[in-house]
């Protein structure tokens, strides 16, 4: 057998809100679908997110974050290797923005943004477009605005490792988001098909019965989130900043050392 490819570290986001009155599930959660071309899990239903990058890290995007700092996010898990713990949640952060539009940012006085305001949202706009341009590093696109990473908003809630057979793996972490009043996701093409809201339960049924396509951290999640009776006791069960489960198939070598990534995508 040939050694098992080395997981790059990756961020996710489980966004959440209350469902409306009368809803038959008191939560609701934001999934989108991964395009069917894309190499890892084409087709298939999943939270945004997507890989750490070496800026995440920097000194420079660690400095620029308010609600969590370097050591207490070492306490909450460790680095990866030359990633530092916090540069997941900077990742979490940017992702969030990258694939839905949504950010997690304040001011120099830790005021949350008001992107009910027109004219903050269309510098988020801004943010978002010259991020996906390339055209500098997440902090230094924060920076220009006067805004911070604000962490505030999220709770550590699990870690995924992908499958020892798998030729591309990844080390995942995943945090709980409350989806901010004055901002709603929307659907960017670059990498998702289907952007909507859903509730876990629901999910969680449509999964079982063969109609969404999933991988572990997908199934587990709107498992976990069906349990609850409202976000208020979502948001209190994670105030210890632990996590409450972690994928187990990394650790299963029988099932899938024949399992062809390519065969199993999601059918056309």
């Given amino acids: 057998m040939t050694a098992p490819v080395e997981p790059k570290p990756a961020a996710s986001v489980v966004l959440v809100r209350p469902s409306p009155a009368g809803a038959p599930e008191p939560i609701e959660v934001y999934m989108i679908r991964r395009q069917r071309s894309m190499k890892f899990l084409g087709g298939y239903y999943a939270f945004p997110g997507g890989k750490v990058d070496p800026?995440?890290?920097?000194?420079?995007?660690?400095?620029?974050?308010?609600?969590?700092?370097?050591?207490?996010?070492?306490?909450?898990?460790?680095?990866?290797?030359?990633?530092?713990?916090?540069?997941?949640?900077?990742?979490?952060?940017?992702?969030?923005l990258e694939e839905s539009g949504i950010l997690l940012a304040c001011d120099g006085h830790d005021h949350p943004l008001d992107a009910g305001v027109p004219a903050v949202a269309a510098r988020i706009e801004r943010c978002r477009t010259a991020l996906m341009a390339g055209e500098a590093p997440f902090a230094e696109l924060l920076a220009r605005e006067s805004w911070w990473v604000d962490l505030r908003g999220l709770r550590y809630l699990s870690h995924f490792i992908?499958?020892?057979?798998?030729?591309?793996?990844?080390?995942?972490?995943?945090?709980?988001?409350?989806?901010?009043?004055?901002?709603?996701?929307?659907?960017?093409?670059?990498?998702?098909?289907?952007?909507?809201?859903?509730?876990?339960?629901?999910?969680?049924?449509?999964?079982?019965?063969?109609?969404?396509?999933?991988?572990?951290p997908a199934e587990y999640g709107l498992a976990w989130?069906?349990?609850?009776?409202?976000?208020?006791?979502?948001?209190?069960?994670h105030a210890d900043g632990r996590h409450k489960f972690h994928g187990v198939v990394d650790r299963i070598d029988a099932f899938w050392r024949s399992f062809d990534w390519k065969a199993n995508r999601f059918p056309k």
């Fill in 225 to 237: 989130l069906a349990q609850f009776e409202s976000i208020e006791d979502l948001w209190a069960a």
């Fill in 55 to 96: 800026a995440d890290g920097s000194p420079s995007a660690r400095a620029r974050c308010r609600g969590l700092g370097t050591v207490e996010a070492d306490t909450i898990f460790p680095s990866h290797d030359d990633a530092p713990a916090l540069a997941f949640w900077v990742a979490a952060v940017r992702e969030l």
């Fill in 162 to 216: 992908t499958p020892r057979s798998s030729p591309i793996r990844f080390t995942a972490r995943f945090f709980l988001c409350r989806a901010p009043v004055d901002q709603a996701p929307r659907l960017f093409t670059e990498e998702t098909s289907e952007g909507f809201w859903i509730h876990p339960g629901h999910g969680y049924r449509r999964f079982l019965a063969d109609e969404m396509k999933m991988a572990e």
